[in-house]
């Protein structure tokens, strides 16, 4: 089955730099790559997503990278603010439209952003 | 909006005891999924179900079974609860657009 790897696990940077946690996976044919912000006492929820057929996708301030030759993923935030301070996780799926394998997620990624 | 409903929020159960996790969704989605969370540990799929009376192991069911009775209801039996099932619960839908997966709230289960 799928193994995703995250790294770091915790991130530590000032605020308003820039923040990037790396992802990486072990199944080839995996092709669904999203990004999931979980707050404290709160549920996760989907920030960003990407799909194997493109490189990189951007929405504000975030952004997230894909290579797929060496089956690796990021998540770029820049002008980091207090409130991305979270619990990033990223995951890997095998299937789209409908199929119901799941997701394999990463262990997590503390994000302080410090004053 | 997706609105996935986990009834329990907060519970404390005895070892041994018998312990129901309800998940209940709106949209009548097909996919519906148990997974749990541990701090270091991530989220880890514990069963997973397609349709209707139809399921799925995930990558640790053991202690755990399913029942999907209705499309709307997707329910954790824990048969026998152990301490080392302490945890977070989550439960989550698949939307029918690509692989996009919604969570619940959360349960957090104690047990003693």
């Known amino acids: 089955g799928e193994n995703v790897e995250q790294h770091p696990s915790t991130l530590s940077v000032q605020e308003g730099d820039s923040a990037v946690i790396k992802c990486t996976y072990s199944?080839?044919?995996?092709?669904?790559f999203p990004w999931y912000k979980q707050e404290l006492g709160k549920r996760p929820q989907l920030i960003i997503d990407?799909?194997?057929?493109?490189g990189e996708k951007k929405d504000q301030r975030i952004a997230v990278t894909l290579n797929k030759t060496a089956k690796h993923f990021s998540l770029h935030i820049t002008e980091t603010q207090p409130e991305d301070s979270a619990v990033y996780f990223c995951?890997?799926?095998?299937?789209?439209?409908?199929?119901?394998?799941?997701?394999?997620f990463g262990k997590g990624t503390h994000l302080i952003i410090q004053p | 909006d997706v609105k996935v409903t986990q009834s329990s929020r907060y519970l404390v159960k005895r070892t041994g005891e018998k312990v129901f996790l309800e998940c209940v969704q709106d949209?009548?989605?097909?996919?519906m999924f148990w997974y749990r969370q541990d701090p270091g540990l991530g989220l880890r799929l514990i069963y997973f179900?397609?349709?209707?009376?139809?399921?799925e192991k995930g990558d640790i069911p053991e202690g755990y079974s399913v029942s999907r009775e209705k499309k709307e209801r997707f329910s954790l039996i824990l048969e026998s609860a152990s301490t080392n099932q302490t945890s977070m619960y989550l439960c989550?839908?698949?939307?029918?657009?690509?692989?996009?997966?919604?969570f619940g709230e959360g349960s957090w289960l104690t047990v003693v």
């Open positions: 199944d080839s044919a995996s092709n669904y």
């Open positions: 179900s397609y349709d209707v009376k139809m399921k």
């Open positions: 989550a839908i698949q939307t029918g657009t690509g692989n996009t997966i919604y």
């Open positions: 990407i799909r194997s057929n493109v």
């Open positions: 995951a890997a799926s095998s299937r789209t439209g409908g199929g119901a394998d799941g997701l394999t």
């Open positions: 949209m009548d989605h097909e996919n």
